[in-house]
């Protein structure tokens, strides 16, 4: 018994370092073990070429200004299978197959456990009751789908034909917001939130990543914007769980106690 209480309190005592992967950012920042921040969250503009050397190089960089931790999740962009990368539609072309845990555990001494950055950002921001839809506008167009609390794996809508023979990360990513404009991206995602409506029939939906702060159109009782910080709050979730695509009871009610506030920025060097 005494084993058994000394092993419970070495597992709250500890601190997730949370890292997102963007396609322009990655950032960083610490939690304590009900997934609140300990102290700033901390950037760094994404090399480029983003290859996995210049982008593992950034994070340990990152890393150095961070303080002390026990364990590390990742947010990446793409889909993730037993820590290899299978996709990464917005980084350098060279990333499928890299083993991007194994990589990270050599270069942190430490556990780490990664996911497609919308599902981690989702795990951050849902309520875990019916069928809930997270999109992240960033780089991409990001998705991630979860029932009951429990992730769908490797969902990608973002790849489907969207309108006038194009992909949803066509119409709706970074580079078609900045080819359009702020007026015509909205117009098109106000499409796309209808017609996943009528896909997935979702009882809520939720906006988020860096360019969620572009909607400007009126959206619908059930749709929300969350902040971009839930990307790394998710992080604690991998952790909470037996493994980063399966959502416990336990883990949605302490997603559901992780608050999102917005931490102060600081730039770090590459």
Request: proline share 6%; charged share 20%; aromatic share 4%.
């Amino acid at each position: 018994m005494a084993s058994t209480s000394k092993r419970i309190s070495t597992i709250t005592k500890l601190v997730t370092l949370a890292i997102d992967i963007g396609g322009s950012g990655i950032k960083g920042i610490l939690l304590n073990p009900t997934g609140q921040p300990i102290g700033e969250r901390l950037r760094i503009v994404t090399p480029q070429p983003s290859t996995p050397k210049a982008v593992l190089a950034g994070i340990t960089e990152l890393v150095k200004g961070m303080g002390t931790f026990d364990r590390v999740s990742v947010g990446f962009p793409g889909v993730i299978q037993q820590g290899q990368v299978k996709t990464a539609p917005n980084l350098d072309q060279s990333w499928p197959g890299t083993n991007l845990v194994g990589e990270l555990v050599r270069q942190l001494k430490k556990p780490v456990r990664a996911a497609n950055d919308a599902d981690v950002q989702g795990f951050g921001a849902i309520k875990g009751k019916g069928v809930e839809l997270v999109i992240t506008l960033g780089t991409g167009f990001g998705t991630a789908l979860f029932i009951n609390g429990a992730l769908v794996p490797n969902l990608e809508i973002a790849h489907h034909p969207f309108r006038k023979g194009k992909t949803y990360e066509d119409e709706l990513g970074a580079p078609a917001l900045k080819k359009v404009g702020k007026k015509k991206w909205n117009q098109r995602l106000a499409q796309a939130i209808e017609t996943l409506d009528h896909v997935i029939n979702y009882d809520r939906l939720y906006l988020g990543g860096g360019n969620a702060k572009k909607v400007t159109l009126e959206l619908p009782p059930n749709v929300t914007t969350v902040s971009n910080v839930a990307g790394l709050l998710g992080g604690i979730a991998l952790w909470m769980n037996g493994a980063a695509n399966k959502s416990s009871s336990a883990s949605r009610r302490k997603a559901q106690s992780i608050r999102q506030p917005t931490p102060s920025k600081r730039q770090s060097k590459a």
